[in-house]
């Protein structure tokens, strides 16, 4: 096969791996859930779906370059153990993320205002922000890790092209299927919707990071 060949098989197949894989619901339900619970605008949920992959991305694509300088085995374990975590950490964090949402209900429902004991993490937002990025960090694609072995014969220019490619096809569906799931769920409307948002997030991120655990998704 002509160099010219593999690049556009290898292109083609890194395009196909980063777009079916992040359409496992770990890679868009947990972002989607807590933008409506938080009543974050189009704007933000899609910037922090942009973060989120490319932390994603930027972790998958760094295993991929180390499994290259230090044999592909130990780093194809490695990302391994980090997607079998993953599951774990939603689980942890959708738990954590419902119980502060029902305190911060209850203590709104009691006291007919918000208690601001309840927001000592300063911002609520921005810390589910950053803990959403964390998650997505710890979850590589180990996919990908084949597909820049194959591309070792090309010019750094070709394979740097490939990872591009790569990285735009998972962020750009995770961006879009955020969007859609926030769209449709800003449908939905109530003011028990309001009041226990945060909870019903943490419950769906929580069977999200079952699903993950379970059937290795």
């Known amino acids: 096969m002509s160099t010219t060949s593999l690049f556009a098989t290898l292109t083609m197949a890194a395009i196909?791996?980063?777009?079916?894989h992040?359409?496992?619901?770990?890679?868009?339900?947990?972002?989607?859930?807590?933008a409506r619970a938080r009543s974050?605008?189009?704007?933000?949920?899609?910037?922090?779906?942009l973060l989120c992959g490319l932390g994603h991305v930027t972790?998958?694509?760094?295993?991929?370059?180390?499994?290259?300088?230090?044999?592909?085995?130990?780093?194809?374990?490695?990302?391994e153990k980090m997607e079998s975590v993953a599951g774990l950490l939603l689980i942890g964090f959708g738990v954590a993320y419902a119980v502060w949402g029902f305190r911060h209900s209850v203590a709104h429902r009691l006291h007919?205002?918000?208690?601001?004991?309840?927001?000592?993490?300063?911002?609520?937002?921005?810390?589910?922000?950053?803990?959403?990025?964390?998650?997505?960090?710890?979850d590589p694609c180990v996919a990908v890790i084949p597909i820049l072995f194959a591309a070792a014969p090309l010019s750094s220019i070709e394979a740097a092209?490939?990872?591009?490619?790569?990285?735009?096809?998972?962020?750009?569906?995770?961006?879009?299927?955020v969007a859609v799931a926030h769209s449709g769920a800003r449908l939905f409307k109530g003011k028990w919707l309001e009041r226990y948002g945060d909870s019903a997030?943490?419950?769906?991120?929580?069977?999200?990071?079952?699903?993950?655990?379970?059937?290795?998704?």
Do not use: N, Q
């Not at 196909?16 to 079916?20: A, I, K, Y």
């Not at 943490?202 to 079952?210: D, E, H, K, P, R």
């Open 16 to 20: 196909t791996v980063g777009s079916l």
């Open 161 to 177: 092209s490939i990872v591009v490619a790569y990285e735009a096809a998972t962020i750009g569906t995770m961006v879009a299927l």
């Open 112 to 138: 007919g205002h918000h208690h601001h004991h309840y927001d000592h993490v300063h911002d609520a937002s921005r810390a589910s922000t950053w803990s959403l990025f964390l998650i997505y960090c710890a």
């Open 22 to 34: 992040s359409l496992a619901p770990d890679h868009w339900v947990p972002i989607a859930a807590v």
């Open 201 to 217: 997030a943490g419950a769906l991120i929580v069977a999200t990071g079952v699903m993950v655990a379970v059937l290795g998704w």
């Open 59 to 79: 972790i998958s694509v760094l295993l991929g370059l180390l499994a290259l300088m230090f044999g592909a085995h130990l780093f194809e374990s490695l990302g």
């Open 40 to 49: 974050w605008s189009r704007g933000r949920t899609a910037r922090v779906a």
